[in-house]
């Protein structure tokens, strides 16, 4: 097996994760088997308890682990099936050392972090190894070289290589070299200084990935070449790309990175196939029509908290041969307005998932908005409960309808507490969480837009549909589309009446590819462009 190891340095948001999954994609194109991992330097066990304004989307696995959205990236661009496996953090690494520690594992030594955390990150590569044998493992490492909390990772790494032996392990640095507009020049020095901390550590990388908005010429690449001790073809460039992050495969291959990587791992193996690839970018960057699609969430003004959602976007908008154009709605502004003058002009409404009071009505308001004009809609987790406290109040005349979420005491919680999350008072990975499966009715648009009665999809929630108002609303044209296999959990919801609007109290959103778009968003988009 051969080892990956990919590095920041200078700034954070370099696109690190897409730089990983990119070079998972040329690999996997190669015919190689490839997967991803991911070490996240923070001491939360996991991001499951991280507010998106710190951390962007918390991304679902299927066996239910909370990870950051870099697994996104992997599970999006290459074919790999995540675990939990596939992501530490150091709050994990020191759990675990810290059990040990108090079950007596140690007993007599004293406890450091060489070697018993160093060996701890070791083994999670190595019994990552064990559990999905491949040829490449590709582990990325989260913050910016010179973070103290990083320290330890990247001392694991640097006895890792050693241990690998060379031929089978490669470094790759990622980092900027920025555009200083008075001297009308690329600045080398921040890169120099982040491969010089490097290799006080003793690691010393063979592949620089350079983000730049300018193309790197000749000189700027021998410069970096030399300070950086990395040979000249091994300086790649990675500009911003113009359009698309799918692009990236593409441009990172033009530059030969894989070439490069396989060279250096001694893997003889044929050129990346990457024509199914081309003609996915193709639809991306020239969409033949565009469709404007309404986001109408908390968290719009991040460019993160909504990731997988914006991507599977992309996916079915590509699938349908057209382009998104975005309006992202601020469900707080929406509270006192009239929902109407923001969405007058939006081909589709989609209400994502979320969590807390803030904003709830505004959502209500945008769900209203899109049932009455009947205008294309998809909610999301928060968007199924907000869809039924909308049809709740509005159309069944239950007034106060809303969710224990937000009135815990109110006359007619619509959404209530799921049975087995009452008692339950710790908040980290304490959700229902992860791959559940669904039945769809025979005859509903889901059953149509899926083409299949049993689907299997990724959860994270603590409240449910509340079953007692079941017929009351059935009554009045609302459709309960999906259940658990036993009945007892509503999963997907539809309206009578409306060309498309569909809710699911999962995520879709984790499980859409490029390639494969997930079926409620490819129904979605053609349904807005039925609505232009
Ligand atoms: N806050 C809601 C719940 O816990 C919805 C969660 C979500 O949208 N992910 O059930």
């Known amino acids: 097996m051969k080892y990956i190891f990919v590095t920041g340095g200078v700034v954070s948001s370099l696109g690190k994760g897409l730089a990983a999954a990119s070079l998972g994609t040329l690999l996997e194109q190669r015919g190689l088997k490839v997967v991803l991992q991911k070490f996240d330097p923070y001491l939360n066990v996991d991001p499951g308890t991280m507010n998106p304004f710190q951390h962007g989307?918390?991304?679902?696995?299927?066996?239910?682990?909370?990870?950051?959205?870099?697994?996104?990236?992997?599970?999006?661009?290459?074919?790999?099936?995540?675990?939990?496996s596939n992501s530490t953090s150091s709050g994990q690494v020191y759990e675990t050392v810290l059990a040990r520690e108090r079950r007596g594992d140690y007993l007599g030594n004293t406890v450091q972090v060489i070697p018993h955390v160093t060996d701890e990150i070791k083994g999670r590569i190595r019994t990552l190894a064990k559990e999905q044998p491949c040829d490449v493992l590709i582990t990325e490492i989260g913050g910016t070289t010179g973070d103290i909390e990083g320290l330890p990772f990247l001392e694991a790494i640097r006895q890792f290589v050693l241990e690998?032996?060379?031929?089978?392990?490669?470094?790759?640095?990622?980092?900027?070299?920025?555009?200083?507009?008075?001297?009308?020049?690329?600045?080398?020095k921040p890169s120099q200084q982040s491969i010089a901390k490097l290799r006080e550590i003793g690691l010393h990388p063979q592949?620089?990935?350079?983000?730049?908005?300018?193309?790197?010429?000749?000189?700027?690449?021998?410069?970096?070449?030399?300070?950086?001790?990395?040979?000249?073809?091994?300086?790649?460039?990675?500009?911003?790309?113009?359009?698309?992050?799918?692009e990236?495969?593409?441009?990172?291959?033009?530059?030969?990175?894989?070439?490069i990587v396989c060279d250096l791992l001694h893997l003889n193996v044929p050129k990346a196939d990457m024509r199914e690839w081309t003609r996915f970018v193709k639809r991306v960057v020239q969409p033949k029509k565009r469709v404007k699609i309404a986001v109408v969430?908390?968290?719009?003004e991040l460019q993160d908290a909504y990731k997988s959602i914006y991507e599977?976007?992309?996916?079915?908008?590509?699938?349908?041969?057209?382009?998104?154009?975005?309006?992202?709605?601020?469900?707080?502004?929406?509270?006192?307005?009239?929902?109407?003058?923001?969405?007058?002009?939006?081909?589709?409404?989609?209400?994502?998932?979320?969590?807390?009071?803030?904003?709830?009505?505004?959502?209500?308001?945008?769900t209203k908005f899109a049932r009455e004009s009947e205008v294309p809609f998809l909610g999301l987790c928060l968007g199924m409960q907000v869809a039924t406290i909308e049809f709740a109040r509005n159309v069944c005349g239950l007034e106060d309808a809303n969710s224990a979420e937000f009135d815990p005491q109110g006359k007619h919680c619509v959404i209530h507490l799921l049975e087995e999350q009452k008692g339950v008072t710790d908040k980290g990975a304490s959700m229902r969480l992860g791959t559940w499966p669904t039945l769809i009715k025979k005859g509903t648009l889901a059953a149509k837009v899926y083409g299949t009665s049993k689907i299997r999809e990724r959860h994270r929630h603590r409240y449910e549909f509340n079953q007692s108002y079941r017929e009351q609303m059935e009554e009045k044209g609302f459709v309960i589309a999906g259940t658990s296999p036993d009945g007892q959990l509503v999963e997907l919801i539809e309206l009578q009446n409306h060309p498309y609007f569909i809710a699911c109290q999962y995520h879709p959103e984790f499980q859409s590819k490029p390639n494969h778009p997930h079926p409620l968003f490819t129904g979605f988009i053609k349904a807005c462009l039925q609505n232009c």
């Open 207 to 246: 592949v620089l990935v350079c983000r730049t908005e300018h193309p790197l010429e000749e000189d700027v690449r021998n410069k970096l070449s030399m300070f950086c001790n990395v040979p000249l073809e091994a300086v790649i460039e990675a500009r911003d790309v113009d359009h698309s992050i799918y």
């Open 164 to 188: 690998a032996g060379s031929g089978n392990v490669v470094v790759m640095h990622v980092t900027l070299v920025p555009y200083i507009k008075a001297a009308g020049e690329l600045k080398t």
């Open 57 to 84: 989307e918390v991304y679902v696995l299927d066996d239910g682990a909370e990870t950051d959205l870099d697994l996104g990236h992997y599970e999006r661009f290459t074919n790999c099936v995540l675990t939990r």
């Open 297 to 300: 969430g908390k968290y719009i």
């Open 312 to 366: 599977s976007l992309t996916h079915a908008a590509a699938a349908n041969d057209c382009g998104i154009d975005l309006v992202r709605v601020d469900a707080e502004e929406l509270e006192n307005q009239d929902p109407s003058e923001a969405l007058h002009d939006v081909a589709g409404v989609l209400v994502p998932g979320g969590f807390g009071e803030r904003g709830v009505e505004g959502k209500i308001s945008a």
């Open 248 to 259: 990236m495969p593409l441009m990172l291959q033009r530059e030969k990175l894989d070439q």
